[in-house]
């Protein structure tokens, strides 16, 4: 049915803007520090000066700065201006939207740790084997243009950054932006629902392979990804496709594609495009054998990837269906959204008005003529701010870890009200709401060993084995309800207050 | 290239676009196979659901294997006499026993998450944990076969342990059930 087609495309588009507003904003406030404060000259420095650091180097900033696939566009516009060459920018578009410190430690207490490093490495691997072929075949690729004139000193700097995020927001990138999203939104619309469940099993040789070409165009936010990745190793799925999805799918969309095409033209972008897919899935099927769990029993389906699929089937009372899965989107992402449209419209007002950059120029003016500088007023160079300014979004994603992974208090609080929800509708045998109501609850599971982790540097055996177990039971009355088995949903429910309990216990203070 | 480019990157990302969904539509027609075979798969597991329905955890045939024991105490049980039986196969055998062996690790394998899923402290736990990775070690170890003195002391030892250990009663469900 066409609506159905029409209504999941949407509601995947909507929810991909919402979980990826905050990067995007991110990314600009990034793309304005680049301008204005650090400027082109130590923008390029930062990159490696387009020397034998300069793939490293990209590699290494991209771990750290919390932006998506989508976030990392408008970056990627400022380092082709800076003139910071093909490969290192290309470098940076992969590898900036892979980790960061929040997803990097979501992936160490969900896999094992080594399974996140070897990934991490490969990551390296691949950015730094396809950036350096592509510089060989395409040498010269830099393309700076001319710098802006340096902004006044003290509020007047701080407002050509704003106004380079406002500007940039509602310019080329908006429209890449928008093909980026355009792709999870088609991908849903083609893939009926539960299309993907047996397609990544472990014993299936065409996993990579089928994941490589959903993952292109799929959205996945570097912490999607990574817990998708430790569901993948918790149903012993393919390693291989894992990461896939992990590469392509965070890595890169159909908008940062579309940027590399404009900019580099086709037959370098192909190369590019070409090399990625090669090399992604050759060191997919690498480890795939390797990296396989054995201390698992291999799930015969998995619902960890219905997210890039069309929620909604035919037989469903499609506005009502529709209106909960709106609803039930997270307040904080229709904020994200709020801001980030909010910021689009200051951009495209200041387009309609001030087309000519004449604020610009006036916040430039003047800009070298030295007032006299009294004792207390120190004059801090941009790029120190500029320094300072990266460093500190760094820090704060750091210190946001904290308040995204809380304390076990905390957590024990959230996940009383949960369980209170998902275990009155599962006894309703109401699928729909079980299944929302139930991923938060695994959630907030996982969110508790990453806090615990994070508060006393470590999480034992014991703790993650009972986790483990209770996401399981979560799993085992998931499907029970799916089954509408009134026996076995009494069973099912048994089994996940004794997880339940047993893993309060397990992470309670001795 | 500022003017130029929003016409042309819509033109050049509209069209990679376009390209894209080609292979992606030839990909979908294997995954609307594999909801077909899953929609079959569902009337055929309904089928098996009536003719198991003896079975306790029938929906767990998604995950887990029909002779996964239900608690440690059958674990241990299970493990013991399958051990016994090896090692009676193996003096008479001259090779390998991969198919047995299969079943025994599976089961070893096992014994944390079985134990896992009880009240067992964290301390008896741990022991499960360590006596597990020991015996999985000596029954993989292709240098030393299942008669071998050195694995049958490992049996022995870690057997011993997993024996000790005392199993609290399980707490009755609270008004959780109740919700």
New interface residues.
Partial sequence: MPETIIAGGLLRFVQALGQAAPTILVGLIVTGIFRRLLGQQNTLRVFGNNGWRSLPQAWALGMLLPVCSLGVIPILREMRRSGVGGGAILAFALAAPLFNPLSLLYGLTLSKPYVIVAFAFCSLAIVTIIGSLWDRLFPNSAAA?APPRPARQGLKRMLAILLVTVREAAG?SL??IL?GL??TA??AA??????????MNGDNP?APW?MT??A??AYATPMLAMSQLGAMFQ?ANSPGAAFALLTLGAGMN??S???M??HFG?KR?AVWFGLLVTVVLGLAYAINGPLLP??V?P???THAFDVYCNPFRPSQNLAADAEFRFRSIPLLDWCGMAILGTVVLAGLILRKVDSAGRIESWLESDAESAAVPSRWDVTVPAPVLGVVALIGLVAFSIVGCFAYYPSRQEVFEEMKAV??EA??FAKQKDSKRTDHWFALWDDWTRKLEVGVYLRTGRL???QH??A??FR?KL??LR??VE?Q?DE?IK????GV??????LQV?FSDP | MKTLEMPLMIDRGLMLAAVLIVPLVMLLCGCQGAAETKHEHEHEHEHEHKHEHEHEHEHSEHHTSHHKPQDFRQALAELERQYAEIQVLASSRAAELPQELEELVEIIRWLPEIAGDSDMPEADWNVVNAASRELLTAVKSRDRGPASPDVQVAWESNLRRLREIHLPAESPEGGLADQ
């Avoid at chain 1, 083609?190 to 397609?199: I, K, N, T």
């Fill in positions: 243009e080329p429209g890449y093909i355009s792709g088609v991908l083609l893939l009926s629902p539960g299309a993907l469940e047996r397609s065409w089928t070409w959903v292109i165009p149903h159909l908008g594609l579309a940027w095409t404009a086709w972008s054995t201390e029993d799930a015969d389906h369980r209170a275990l009155y034992s055996e014991y084995m009972k483990r177990i399981e799993e085992q499907h029970a089954d088995d076995e069973e099912c429910v048994s207050y004794h997880a339940d309990r047993r397990a």
